[in-house]
């Protein structure tokens, strides 16, 4: 089952990044994007500027309407954990029995508390489900810098076929079957990436990053166990390496938001100068809920939803983290 037509779902940074990804790979690559400027610009070979900008892009298929969807082998679905219900409903109505689909955002729904797999299940159940994450910014990846993903997907065939179809020596997927834990963890680490943010901007040292990364990754594995996913898959790519990678740079954009949170600036005027979505500031509270509702204990990701519903301020949330009562690490 050759996958030789890529539709991209999303033509954010990390959407063109993958369809770049597709294109080296020797697919064709259609993206399907909501901005007409963009379309237009992707398909005369002038790049996407508005969220990708100084990256030689080749002329792309790009389109802004969903039919046009129809007939690709297989999608990578890429718009924001937030979108994703209505980027997936609009593609339902054109989509084929078991069109494979890999769920590349990195989120929980807010309004339901689910997971982009529920998502799919609930709008396009006739897919075939995958899930795409790992450390990659999308600027390394549009520039074809190694990178390495997990690439989830019970059905052993399809995930052969997905990797046959964007596997390259500077894109490596890695094979799981593991839906839940690998979404999971790409979730959990942008909301860990803001409070390592606030910890950079706030300069309370380098001691103190480290101990948030390693009890954050406790997090991250209690949540996705209690979810069904496996304790080994967050200890992969998708879970501590996505971790390591998103907390440890300002490049990436919930760890520049946490950092200027830190330096006394309010949420509200920080997403008002970016044109990319922040995807930890909307998956931060779905977060303190989700694990409430399963009795797993974050206290990370609630003092950071704390903090973004001004329940708490920085300094009380770092006082109410340092003052837990002390307990054995495991």
Request: glycine share 10%.
């Amino acid at each position: 089952m050759p996958f030789e037509t890529i539709g991209v779902i999303g033509g954010g940074a990390w959407g063109t990044a993958l369809a770049l990804a597709a294109h080296r790979a020797g697919r064709k690559v259609r993206i399907w994007v909501r901005e007409p400027e963009v379309a237009a610009s992707l398909n005369a070979g002038a790049g996407n500027p508005l969220y990708l900008s100084n990256v030689d892009i080749p002329a792309m298929d790009a389109v802004t309407d969903m039919v046009q969807m129809a007939d690709c082998d297989a999608i990578l679905a890429v718009s924001p954990a937030q979108f994703m219900r209505d980027a997936l409903s609009r593609l339902a109505p054109h989509a084929v029995d078991g069109l494979p689909i890999a769920l590349c955002s990195k989120g929980v729904e807010q309004s339901s508390l689910k997971l982009m797999t529920d998502v799919l299940a609930e709008t396009l159940p006739q897919a075939s489900p995958a899930v795409l994450s790992g450390p990659s910014f999308a600027i390394d990846v549009a520039n074809d810098l190694p990178t390495a993903v997990t690439l989830a997907c019970e059905d052993a065939a399809i995930a052969e076929a997905w990797v046959a179809a964007i596997g390259r020596p500077a894109f490596r997927p890695y094979l799981s079957d593991d839906l839940v834990g690998a979404e999971t963890g790409g979730a959990v680490k942008n909301v860990l990436a803001i409070a390592c943010g606030v910890v950079d901007g706030m300069g309370l040292g380098k001691s103190a990053h480290a101990a948030l990364i390693a009890r954050g990754f406790a997090e991250m594995t209690r949540l996705g166990v209690a979810l069904g996913g496996r304790a080994e898959t967050l200890a992969g790519l998708c879970g501590l390496g996505d971790l390591v990678l998103t907390c440890s740079s300002p490049q990436s954009r919930n760890m520049s938001f946490g950092r200027e949170l830190g330096l006394g600036r309010e949420a509200r005027d920080i997403l008002a100068e970016r044109a990319a979505v922040t995807e930890g500031v909307a998956t931060a509270p779905a977060m303190a809920e989700l694990a409430s509702r399963h009795g797993v204990d974050m206290p990370i990701c609630e003092a950071i939803a704390k903090i973004l519903s001004g329940e708490a301020s920085l300094s009380d949330a770092i006082s109410g983290l340092l003052n837990r009562p002390f307990k054995s690490e495991f």
